[in-house]
C-alpha cells in the first residue's frame, strides 16, 4: 500500500481530549438555535476525529468521538452525568416483555412445532432453555443472522408465549403509554437531540454529492484529501477483486485479500488516501480492468470529510439503538421523530426516506439501519402498526429497488416483510386498509411482462439477467405465503371484500400460467434445442403452497367460498370457453351409447401440463363437499351450468399426455418433457396437479353418464378404434400391424385401465370420500413402507409437505409402523406393522413405476413367508361422499364391462403379443375394485333399499349376439387353469370366491335359498387338483435337490484323496503358524520366559509365505531374496502429553532420548500384505510411471502422493508410503554358545562400562592420529584391552543383498517421515529413528489394549501381530546396515544416561527419558558392542541386565514423581514384605535427593503407586521381548480378567517384589541412584522449579462433547474470527483432539506453511497432530478428517436425532443428541493411527473428495 505519495498520517489534533462534554452540552442548554450550535460543532469538529489517513484506526476514533461528540449529547439527553442520569432511567423503566434479541450469524434458533403459528416463529436459546416447549417437538436451525426472538409475543405462538425470564412482567398487560416514566424536561431534550441527530444521519447516509457537504456542514479551509471507494456487488468474485486490487493500487496479495474481505463484510472499503488526482487514477483501473464480461466495480472517488461524516452518521445510529435500550420511553420518542411527516408530505418521513434510498446505500450502512429499526420501530407494538402501513404504501417501489438491485435478500430493506406480514393482526389490517393482497399479486405479474399472444408467461430462452430478475421476483411469493400462513378465524365485510379482490387478481396470475409451456409431439427427427421448462416449474412449486392456502382461506368462510368458486369458474370457461372453435365436432357410439365430442389428438395437438385454474377449481370444488355447502346452499352454486366435457377436457389430455410419454411416443421431444413429467407426479407438486387431475377427472364423472365418459376416454387415448370394430379380437392377426405400434397401445391400454382403477379407488382427500386428513397421510405412510422399511428423514422426503414444512407424519406413524434403533452404523428404520399390509393397494397412484413392481414384490413375498396366498386383492374403500357418489356406477356400466370383457378374451384366446399380463392384472384388480364395492353396499344396505350396484348379476350374463361371447364368470373359470398364467391364479381364486360369498349374502337377503351354484363346486375340485398338484412338483424338486447334494460330497472327498500331500503340506504349514503365535505342547509344562539366560528355548520355525503379486510361495530366510509387508509410517501425537512442543530444526535435531511426554512419536502400521522386493519394486516403478502420464494428462490429485513415496497397496488398497521386510528371528542369527557362569549385574555393568571406555580411547586415538602422525603408538600399547574384547573385529553381515537393501529402504523411509528430512540412508539418526517408530508403535498397541481391558496377548487382529513382529525383527536386524561405529556411540550414549562415565556430559537427567524408548534402543545397540566381546558373556545375559537396569531407573523415576498425598485409606494390615522394601527404598532416596523429597508416605500406599506406574512398562516390555525373541505368552495372559503383574514378572524374569533388583545388587546401586539424584534438573523438580510427567501416564482421549449439539452451535456462534476483527467467523470448525475453535475456510485466517497458503484446519492438524487432523464443522454437522495437505474426507458426525439419523448440514433441524458408541469410533480410529487409511479408503470409494482443496479448509 505505502507508496512516496501518500501523505504522512497526520496525528489526531491535540485540542480533541481538553473538549469537555460537560461544558459543550451546557452551552447548548442556552442555544437558541440548537441545529445550528449542534451542526457547527459537528462540522468542526467531525473532520478532525475521523479519516485521517489511508488506514483509520476504528478503536481510536470511537474514543474520541465518544467523548467528544456523543458525551455532550448524552449529557444533555441527562441533564447530569450520564453515567447517573442513565441508570436512573432504567431503573424508573418497566422491562419490555418482548424479547426481541437479534441473532448473529450462525447462533441456534428454536421453533416449536406445536405451537408456533408458521415457521418464522422462532425463540432464542437462552428464551427457548427457559421455555415449555423444550418438551415438545422442536427444529432447531441455524440464523442466517438479521431475524429476531419471538418470545413474548402472544400471536406468535399458540401456547406458552412467555419464557421464564419474560414473564415476570406480564401482570399489567394493559397498554399504557411509556412517556409516563420519564420526567417532562427529559422528554423535550430528548426530543430535541433525537430529531436532530436522526435528521443528520439520515441527511449524510443519502447523500449523493462527491465532494461537497451539505451547506451547514461545510468547512472553512478544505484540504484536498480524497478517497478511492470501492463498493461491494455480488457480480464480481472475491479473486477478480483482488487481482484488480493488486494492479490498480499496486499493494501485495495479503493486502488485497484484507480490501476484499473488508469489502465484502461492510460493503465498501477505502483502497487509496491521496489528492483527488491521485484517487481518480486508482479508480479507472479498476473501472478499466472489470468492465469487460460485466458491469464494472463500483468505485467513487469521495472527499474525505464526507467520509468522515457518513462514518459518524453509522456511529450515531448505532449509539440511538442503545440509547433507547435503557427505556422504552425513549424508544418511543425516536419511533416519533422516525415517523414524523417531513416539510414534502408524501413519504418525507426520516424512516420513509431511508428505506426508499435503500438499495444506493453500501452493506454495513444498511445493516446499521435495518438493526436500529428492529431495535426501534418492531419492538414498539403502537408503532410497528404504523410502520408496516409505511411499508405496505412504499411495497411497490421496495420491491422494485429489491429487484434491480444486486444484493442479496438479507441485505435489503425489503427483508423486513417476514417480521411484519407473519404478524396475523397485522396481515388482516394490511389487507383490508392497504389492499395488500392485490398490491404483493400486482406488482409480481408487472415485473413478469413476457407473455404470448394468449396472455400467457412465456419463458422461452430466458437471458442471463432475466432469469437473475426471476429469481428476485419469487421473494414475492415468499410475502403472500406469510399473508396468508395464518387463516382467518372471524370475517369481516372488509376482509371478504378485499380477500375476494386478491382472489381475483390470484386469477388473473394463474390464467397467465394455464396452459404456458405448450408441447408437441415430435415426429421423424429429435428435437434440436431443449426447450426452457425449469422456470415454468418453479413458478409452480413456489407458488404450490399458496395455492393451498388461498383454498384454505375460502374454505373457511362459506360466503367467500362460493364466490370464490363462481369467479374461478368464470376464469375457466374465459379460458376455455371458445371450446369447439377451432376443433371440429364428431359424434363416437360404441355398445348402443353414442356421445357427441370434438375430435382432438393428443400426439398430433398442443397440449400443456400447467392447468391451475382447472387444479384450483377441482379444490375447490372437493370444499364445497367437504364444508357440505354444496347440500346447504344448492341455490347459490352454478352447478347447473357446469358442462362436465369442458371440465375434464384438459386434465384428461394432461393424463394422457403421461400415458403417451411411459408408452414411448413422445421419446424424440428430449428429456424436458421427461422432466416435466417426472415434477409432474412428483412429491413437491403432485398436490396441485397431478392430484387435483383426478379429482377434476372424478368432478367430471360423477355429473355426467360413465359411458360417454369412457367413450370420450377412449377417444383421447386414441383406442376407439380398437375397441369399436366388432372383430376387435382379430385385431392383430395380420402381419401388418407394426411390432412397436402393438407394443404402444398395449401400452395406452394398460395405463388407460390404471386411469380408471385411480378415478374409482382414490377417495382418501376428505371431500372426496367419507375420510379425515390423517386418513390420508396414514395410507401414503403404509403405501411408502410397503416398498421397503424406510429411515424417519426418507419417510418426510417421500411426503407432501404443508406451507409449516409439516408432514403430519408423526401423529400416524405409531399406529402403522415399529420403529428399529440403528446400531453403530446405518440409521434406525420404521417396519411397517404386519396388519397394515391388507390396507396395500398394488396400484396406488402415487408409486412411480419402480416403486410399484419393488412394492408388489415385497408383499408377495411377504405373503409367502407367511404361508398365505400371493393374491394382491383390493383393499376395502371407503365410502365417497355424496357428491361423488355416482363414480362407482362406471365399473358396472356397458361400455367398462365390454372392455373387461374383450380383454378377458383376448387372454383367453392367447394369441402372441396382442395383449399384456399387466392389462389382464388391472382388469383383475377392477373386477375385484367392483366385488368389493358391491358387498359394502349390501352390508351397510337399509331396511327396504334396493342395492342398485348389480355387477355381479352383470358379470354371469353372457354377451350379446351376434358373436355370443361367454359371460366374464365364466372367462374367469377358463383362465384359472390356463399354465400361463400361473402368478394370477391367486387372484382369479380370490374373485371366484368373493363372488360366491356375495352370491350367498343376496339370497340370504332375497327369501327363497337358492341351492349352491354348480361355480363353487367347479372350484372346490380345481382346487383340490391344484393343491394335489403342487405337491408332486414339491416332492421332484426334494429328491433332486437330494441327488445334487451327494454329487457335490463325492467330487469333494475325491479331490482331497487326488491332493493328499497338499492338504498335509497346508496343515503343516498351519501348525508351524501355529507355533509362533500360540504355545506348541513342548513348553507348556515349563514356565515361558522371554528373555535371560533362563530364557525358554523355541524350536526353529519355518515360515513359507505367498507373494499377492505374483503368488510364488517362499521360505522366509537370511539367504534368500526379501519378502515385504506394505506399510504405512506416520509421526503421531496420540499418545503425546505436549503437543505444542515443535522440533526447530529437523536437521540438527537429536532424537536419541524420548522424553516421557512423547511429544512426537512415529508409528508404523500395515496391512499385513506380502510381496517379493522386486515384485513390489516393478508395481511401485509402474505406480510412478502411470502418476507421470496423469500428470501431463489432467490436474486432478489422486489419493496417494506419489513423491512421497505413497502407493495403495495392491490387494486391499490401503494407503501405504514404505515396505518392512520380513525376517527370521534376527537373535537366533548371531547368538554364541552361553556358559554357565554369566556375571550378575554389578560385575556386567563394570565389564561394559571398560569396554565402552575402551572404545572411546580407540575414538580419540583415531581422531588425533588422522590429524597428526602416528607418534602416540606406544600410548597404544598402555592401552590395555579388557580380556576377550577385540575391538577392531567386524562380523559379517548374516543377511542377503535384496534383504540388505530392503533394511535399508525402510530404515530411510522411516527417518524420513519421523523427522521431515530428505532422506540420508548415511545419517547416524537412521538407526534412532527405526527404534523408536518400533518403540512407539508397541507403545500405542499396548495403550489401546489397556483402555479396552483386553489381555496383552489376547488374540491381536493378525494384521496388527505381523506388523509388531516384523518391524521389532527389523529394528533388531538394523544395526547390520548402519555403521559398527556410529551404532556403538548411539549405545554408549544410551548406557551413559543410566551409568555416568567421563565421556558423555549433559545427557537428559533421568525425569526426561521415556525409559521404553531408552529400553529398545539399548536392547537393539548392544549387539554392536557384543559381536566384539568375545569373554562368553552370553547376549541374553546383556538383555537381561540392561532390562534390570532400566526398570530400577523407572522405578526410581515414579517414585520421585508419585504424588505423595495420603487418601486416607490407609491399610491396618502388618506391612509386607514389598511395603518395607518400598519404604527403605524410598528412605534411601530421602537422603539422596537431600532431604527434598517429601516426608515418607505409607508404604501399602507407596507399593500401590510404584505397581500401577510400572505396569505400562512391563506390558510394553513383554510385547517387545516376545516378538524379539518369539517365546510364546503365557496362556494366563490371554484371557482378561485378573491382573497379570505376577505372570508378567515372571516371564520377564523379574522378580514379583521390583525392590528385590535393588536389594541384590545394592552396593552399585546406591551408587547409581546417587549419581541420578545429583541431576541439577531432579533438584529444581523437588524445589517445584520444573514438573515433570508422573506415571502411570493418562490415556489421551478427544475432547468432551455436550450431549445437545445446539449448545455446540451456540458456543460457535459466539465465536469471532480471530484475524478479522471480531467478524463473525463463517464456517467455525472445532478440532476434537484439543478442543480449540479455528475459522475454516476462509481467506482471513489462511497462513502458510512450507511456501503455500493453507487454511485454518490445516494449519492447525500441523501443530497439533503432526498433519493429521479431526474436526467437527459445527454449521454442516459433520466431522472432517484430514491428513496433510491434499487428503481429507468428511465422516458421520456422532450426533443423532431421536430417529436414529445424523443430519449432515443440519437441513432437516431435528433435535441431535450425542451418540456416545459413534463417539467412540472415532476416537478408536484416531487411537489406532487410521485417520489416514480411512481417508484414503474414501477418496477411492467417492472421486469427487479427491478434487476438493482440503488445504484451504
Known amino acids: 500500500m505505502a507508496s512516496e505519495l501518500e501523505p504522512e498520517v497526520p496525528a489526531f489534533d491535540q485540542s480533541l481530549p481538553e473538549c469537555s462534554a460537560e461544558k459543550t452540552a451546557g452551552k447548548w442548554l442556552q442555544a437558541t438555535d440548537l441545529t445550528r450550535e449542534v451542526y457547527q460543532h459537528l462540522a468542526h469538529y467531525v473532520p478532525k476525529i475521523y479519516c485521517r489517513g489511508p488506514n483509520p484506526v476504528p478503536q481510536k476514533e470511537d474514543t474520541l468521538a465518544q467523548h467528544v461528540l456523543l458525551g455532550p449529547m448524552e449529557w444533555y439527553l441527562c441533564g447530569e452525568d450520564p453515567a447517573f442520569g442513565f441508570s436512573k432511567l432504567e431503573q424508573a423503566n418497566k422491562p419490555s416483555h418482548l424479547c426481541g434479541r437479534v441473532f448473529k450469524v450462525g447462533e441456534p434458533t428454536y421453533s416449536c412445532r406445536d405451537c408456533a403459528v408458521d415457521p418464522t416463529c422462532v425463540l432464542c436459546m437462552e428464551c427457548f432453555l427457559g421455555s415449555i416447549h423444550r418438551d415438545h417437538r422442536y427444529r432447531m436451525t441455524t440464523s442466517g443472522g438479521g431475524g429476531f426472538c419471538d418470545c413474548g409475543d402472544t400471536e406468535a405462538w399458540k401456547e406458552g408465549p412467555y419464557c421464564e425470564k419474560h414473564e415476570l412482567n406480564t401482570s399489567e398487560i394493559e397498554e399504557e403509554d411509556p412517556l409516563v416514566h420519564l420526567p417532562e424536561d427529559v422528554i423535550g431534550r430528548t426530543y430535541n437531540i433525537f430529531a436532530i441527530m436522526f435528521h443528520y444521519a439520515v441527511e449524510i447516509l443519502t447523500w449523493e454529492k462527491e465532494s461537497e457537504l451539505p451547506a451547514d456542514l461545510e468547512m472553512v479551509e478544505k484540504s484536498d484529501t480524497y478517497y478511492c471507494m470501492l463498493f461491494n456487488d455480488e457480480v464480481h468474485t472475491y479473486e477478480q477483486v483482488i487481482y484488480t486490487l493488486q494492479k490498480a493500487v499496486n499493494c501485495t496479495q495479503k493486502e488485497a485479500i484484507g480490501f476484499a474481505t473488508t469489502v465484502d463484510r461492510d460493503g465498501r472499503r477505502s483502497v487509496r488516501y491521496g489528492d483527488f488526482q491521485y484517487c481518480e487514477q486508482a479508480k479507472s483501473v479498476i473501472v478499466r480492468n472489470t468492465s469487460r464480461q460485466t458491469k464494472p466495480l463500483k468505485v467513487q472517488v469521495m472527499h474525505s470529510s464526507i467520509v468522515a461524516h457518513q462514518n459518524f452518521g453509522l456511529k450515531l445510529l448505532s449509539w440511538l439503538g442503545s440509547i433507547i435500550g435503557y427505556s422504552d420511553g425513549l424508544r418511543r420518542i425516536l419511533c416519533q421523530v422516525g415517523l414524523q411527516e417531513g416539510p414534502d408530505g408524501e413519504n418525507s418521513s426520516l424512516v420513509d426516506r431511508l428505506m426508499l434510498n435503500d438499495s444506493k446505500l453500501w452493506k454495513g450502512a444498511r445493516s446499521v439501519y435495518h438493526q436500529l429499526f428492529m431495535s426501534s420501530l418492531l419492538m414498539d407494538l403502537k408503532y410497528k402498526k404504523l410502520f408496516a402501513i409505511r411499508f405496505a404504501k412504499n411495497y411497490e417501489r421496495l420491491q422494485s429497488d429489491y429487484v434491480t438491485d444486486d444484493h442479496d435478500r438479507e441485505f435489503s430493506v425489503a427483508d423486513l416483510s417476514v417480521q411484519i406480514f407473519t404478524v396475523p393482526s397485522l396481515a388482516r389490517m394490511l389487507i383490508t386498509e392497504e389492499n395488500l393482497l392485490t398490491i404483493i399479486i400486482k406488482t ?104 393451498s392456502m388461498m383454498q384454505d382461506w375460502c374454505a373457511s368462510d362459506e360466503k367467500v367460498l362460493i364466490e370464490a368458486y363462481k369467479k374461478c369458474l368464470a376464469v375457466l370457461m374465459r379460458c376455455h370457453g371458445g371450446f369447439t372453435d377451432d376443433e371440429q365436432p364428431i359424434t363416437l357410439s360404441i355398445c348402443g351409447h353414442s356421445v357427441d365430442t370434438i375430435r382432438y389428438c393428443v400426439s398430433q395437438e398442443k397440449v400443456s401440463i400447467h392447468l391451475p385454474v382447472s387444479r384450483l ?44 410419454v411411459h408408452a414411448g411416443m413422445w421419446r424424440r421431444n428430449g428429456f424436458s418433457l421427461v422432466n416435466q413429467i417426472y415434477y409432474y407426479h412428483n412429491v413437491k407438486c403432485r398436490r396441485e396437479m397431478f392430484d387435483k387431475d383426478i379429482i377434476m377427472l372424478q368432478t367430471g364423472v360423477s355429473m355426467m353418464d360413465p359411458n360417454h365418459f369412457l367413450m370420450i376416454m377412449l377417444s383421447r387415448f386414441e383406442l376407439d378404434q380398437i375397441f369399436s370394430s366388432p372383430d376387435c379380437g382379430k385385431r392383430l392377426s395380420s402381419e401388418l400391424t407394426h411390432k412397436d405400434v402393438v407394443q404402444q397401445n398395449n401400452t395406452l391400454i394398460e395405463e388407460m385401465l390404471y386411469l380408471i382403477i385411480m378415478l374409482v379407488g382414490e377417495r382418501y382427500s376428505p371431500g372426496v370420500g367419507q375420510v379425515s386428513a390423517t386418513d390420508e397421510i396414514k ?206 391364479k391367486d387372484m382369479i381364486r380370490w374373485i371366484l370366491k368373493t363372488f360366491n360369498a356375495i352370491k350367498k349374502m343376496r339370497e340370504s337377503s332375497s327369501t327363497s335359498p337358492v341351492a349352491e351354484t354348480e361355480g363353487t363346486v367347479m372350484e372346490e375340485s380345481s382346487r383340490d387338483k391344484d393343491k394335489a398338484e403342487r405337491k408332486r412338483k414339491a416332492e421332484i424338486a426334494r429328491l433332486r435337490r437330494e441327488k445334487i447334494m451327494a454329487q457335490m460330497s463325492e467330487m469333494q472327498r475325491h479331490f482331497i484323496d487326488e491332493n493328499k500331500e497338499l492338504f498335509q503340506q497346508t496343515l503343516g504349514l498351519d501348525a508351524s503358524n501355529a507355533a509362533v503365535l500360540d504355545h506348541s505342547p513342548m513348553v507348556s509344562d515349563t514356565t515361558l520366559t522371554a528373555l535371560g539366560p533362563a530364557q525358554t528355548q523355541v524350536p526353529k520355525q519355518r515360515q513359507f509365505v505367498t507373494c499377492i503379486l505374483c503368488q510364488e510361495e517362499q521360505e522366509v530366510k537370511v539367504e534368500s531374496k526379501a519378502m515385504v509387508l506394505a506399510a504405512f509410517v506416520q509421526r503421531s501425537t496420540v499418545l503425546s502429553k505436549n503437543r505444542s512442543k515443535v522440533i526447530q530444526d529437523p536437521e540438527t535435531y537429536d532424537p536419541l532420548f524420548m522424553r516421557p511426554d512423547l511429544s512426537c512419536g512415529t508409528h508404523t502400521g500395515s496391512c499385513g500384505h506380502i510381496m517379493h522386493a522386486h515384485c513390489w519394486q516393478r508395481y511401485f516403478d509402474s505406480v510412478q510411471a502411470k502418476e507421470q502420464r496423469r500428470q501431463q494428462r489432467l490436474r486432478l490429485h489422486t489419493s496417494y502422493d506419489v513423491e512421497n513415496g505413497e502407493f495403495l497397496c495392491p490387494l486391499c488398497e490401503c494407503l501405504s508410503n514404505t515396505v518392512i521386510p520380513l525376517l527370521p528371528p534376527p537373535r537366533g542369527a548371531c547368538s554364541r554358545l552361553s556358559f554357565s557362569d554369566q556375571p550378575n549385574l554389578t560385575q556386567w555393568i563394570r565389564t561394559i562400562s571398560q569396554q565402552i571406555k575402551t572404545l572411546q580411547i580407540l575414538r580419540k586415538e583415531e581422531s588425533i592420529s588422522n590429524s597428526a602422525s602416528s607418534k602416540n603408538s606406544e600410548n597404544m600399547d598402555e ?475
Open 444 to 547: 409480481f405479474m408487472d415485473h413478469l411482462r413476457h407473455r404470448d399472444a394468449q396472455g400467457r408467461f412465456q419463458f422461452e430462452r430466458y437471458t442471463a439477467l432475466q432469469a437473475f430478475k426471476f429469481r428476485r421476483v419469487q421473494s414475492l411469493i415468499l410475502d403472500l405465503k406469510y399473508m396468508l400462513i395464518s387463516k382467518p378465524t372471524e370475517w369481516s365485510d372488509d376482509l371478504r371484500q378485499k380477500f375476494l379482490e386478491g382472489f381475483d387478481a390470484f386469477l388473473e396470475l394463474l390464467k397467465c400460467m394455464q396452459g404456458m409451456d405448450p408441447i408437441t409431439r415430435q415426429v421423424g427427427q429429435h428435437i434440436e434445442m431443449e426447450p426452457e421448462w425449469e422456470a415454468a416449474f418453479t413458478l409452480q412449486m413456489k407458488l404450490t403452497h399458496v395455492i
Open 617 to 660: 377449481l377441482a379444490g375447490l370444488h372437493v370444499l364445497l363437499s367437504k364444508s357440505e355447502v354444496a347440500y346447504k346452499f344448492p341455490e347459490l352454486l352454478p352447478l347447473s351450468e357446469l358442462s362436465p366435457p369442458v371440465l375434464i377436457e384438459h386434465p384428461l389430455r394432461c393424463l394422457v399426455l403421461c400415458a403417451q
Open 779 to 984: 395410507r401414503e405412510i403404509i403405501h411408502q413402507l410397503s416398498i421397503k422399511p424406510m429411515a424417519h428423514s426418507e419417510l418426510v422426503k417421500s411426503l407432501p409437505e404443508d406451507e409449516n414444512k409439516e408432514t403430519g407424519m408423526e401423529t400416524v406413524i405409531e399406529a402403522v409402523a415399529h420403529f428399529k434403533k440403528p446400531g453403530l452404523t446405518g440409521r434406525g428404520m420404521y417396519e411397517l406393522k404386519p396388519e397394515c399390509a391388507k390396507e396395500f393397494n398394488l396400484y396406488f397412484y402415487h408409486f412411480s413405476r419402480a416403486e410399484q413392481s419393488k412394492a408388489e414384490e415385497a408383499q408377495r413375498k411377504l405373503k409367502r413367508q407367511n404361508k398365505e396366498d400371493t393374491a394382491l386383492p383390493p383393499p376395502v374403500s371407503p365410502p365417497f361422499c355424496p357428491l361423488f357418489a355416482s363414480l362407482v356406477n362406471i365399473l358396472q356400466s356397458e361400455v367398462m364391462l365390454y372392455i373387461m370383457r374383450t380383454i378377458l378374451q383376448w387372454a383367453v384366446e392367447h394369441n402372441g403379443h396382442a395383449w399384456s399380463e399387466s392389462m389382464l392384472q388391472r382388469v383383475l384388480h377392477l373386477i375385484g375394485m367392483a366385488l368389493q364395492e358391491e358387498k359394502q353396499h349390501l352390508e351397510n344396505v337399509m331396511e327396504e333399499h334396493v342395492v342398485t350396484f348389480t355387477f355381479t348379476q352383470k358379470i354371469s350374463k353372457p354377451g350379446e349376439a351376434p358373436n355370443n361371447s361367454p359371460s366374464i364368470l365364466a372367462m374367469l373359470e377358463t383362465l384359472q387353469n390356463a399354465p400361463y398364467l400361473e402368478v394370477h
Open 1279 to 1753: 592401552l590395555q584391552l579388557p580380556e576377550g574384547f577385540r575391538p577392531d573385529f567386524h562380523p559379517k553381515n548374516p543377511y542377503s543383498d535384496s534383504i540388505k537393501e530392503m533394511l535399508t529402504t525402510f530404515g530411510t523411509a522411516t527417518y524420513k517421515v519421523g523427522l521431515k528430512v530428505h532422506p540420508n540412508e548415511e545419517d547416524p539418526r537412521v538407526p534412532i529413528m527405526c527404534w523408536g517408530s518400533c518403540a512407539y508403535t508397541i507403545q500405542s498397541i499396548e495403550r489401546i489394549l489397556s483402555d479396552e481391558d483386553k489381555p496383552l496377548f489376547g488374540p491381536l487382529p493378525c494384521r496388527l501381530d505381523d506388523c509388531l513382529r516384523s518391524l521389532t525383527r527389523f529394528a533388531a536386524a538394523h544395526w547390520t546396515v548402519a555403521l559398527l561405529s556410529v551404532v556403538q556411540e548411539h549405545f554408549c550414549k544410551l548406557f551413559a544416561a543410566l551409568v555416568p562415565d567421563v565421556y558423555h556430559g549433559d545427557l537428559p537427567c533421568i525425569l526426561d527419558i521415556d525409559m521404553f524408548h531408552l529400553l529398545v534402543g539399548l536392547v537393539l545397540a548392544f549387539p554392536t558392542l557384543h559381536c566384539q566381546d568375545f569373554s562368553g558373556i552370553s547376549l541374553g545375559t546383556g538383555d537381561l541386565h540392561i532390562f534390570h537396569l532400566v526398570t530400577m531407573a523407572h522405578i526410581i523415576q515414579i517414585l520421585l514423581t508419585s504424588c505423595t498425598e495420603e487418601d486416607g485409606m490407609d491399610q491396618e494390615t502388618p506391612a509386607g514384605e514389598e511395603e518395607l522394601a518400598v519404604l527403605a527404598l524410598y528412605k534411601t532416596l530421602h537422603q539422596c535427593t537431600g532431604r527434598a523429597l517429601k516426608e515418607t508416605p505409607s508404604g501399602w500406599h507407596l507399593w500401590r503407586s510404584v505397581r500401577a506406574g510400572v505396569l505400562p512398562f512391563l506390558k510394553c516390555s513383554a510385547l517387545f521381548f516376545h516378538y524379539l525373541n518369539g517365546v510364546p505368552s503365557p496362556p494366563e495372559m490371554q484371557v482378561s480378567g485378573t491382573s497379570h503383574f505376577e505372570y508378567l514378572c515372571n516371564y520377564l524374569s523379574l522378580p514379583n517384589n521390583l525392590i528385590r533388583l535393588f536389594q541384590e545388587n545394592s552396593e552399585i546401586t546406591k551408587l547409581l541412584i546417587e549419581s541420578w539424584c545429583q541431576n541439577l534438573e531432579v533438584k529444581r523438580y523437588l524445589e517445584g522449579g520444573r514438573d515433570a510427567v508422573s506415571y502411570p501416564r493418562e490415556s489421551n482421549k478427544l475432547i468432551d462433547l455436550p450431549e445437545d449439539y445446539s449448545s455446540l452451535i451456540n458456543q460457535a456462534s459466539n465465536f469471532s474470527c480471530p484475524k478479522s476483527g471480531g467478524d463473525k467467523s463463517r464456517a467455525p470448525t472445532l478440532c476434537l483432539v484439543c478442543g480449540t475453535l479455528l475459522c475454516s475456510q476462509s481467506y482471513c485466517c489462511q497462513t502458510e506453511l512450507d511456501g503455500e497458503d493453507v487454511g485454518a484446519c490445516t494449519a492447525h492438524t500441523y501443530s497439533c497432530g503432526s498433519g493429521v487432523g479431526i474436526f467437527l464443522r459445527v454449521r454442516e454437522c459433520q466431522v472432517l478428517f484430514l491428513a496433510g495437505k491434499t487428503k481429507g474426507c468428511f465422516y458421520s458426525p456422532p450426533y443423532l436425532d431421536d430417529y436414529g439419523e445424523t443430519d449432515q448440514g443440519l437441513r432437516r433441524g431435528n433435535p441431535l443428541h450425542l451418540c456416545k458408541e459413534r463417539f467412540k469410533k472415532i476416537q478408536k480410529l484416531w487411537h489406532q493411527h487410521s485417520v489416514t487409511e480411512e481417508i484414503g479408503h474414501a477418496q477411492e470409494a467417492n472421486q469427487t473428495l479427491v478434487g476438493i482443496d482440503w488445504q484451504h479448509l
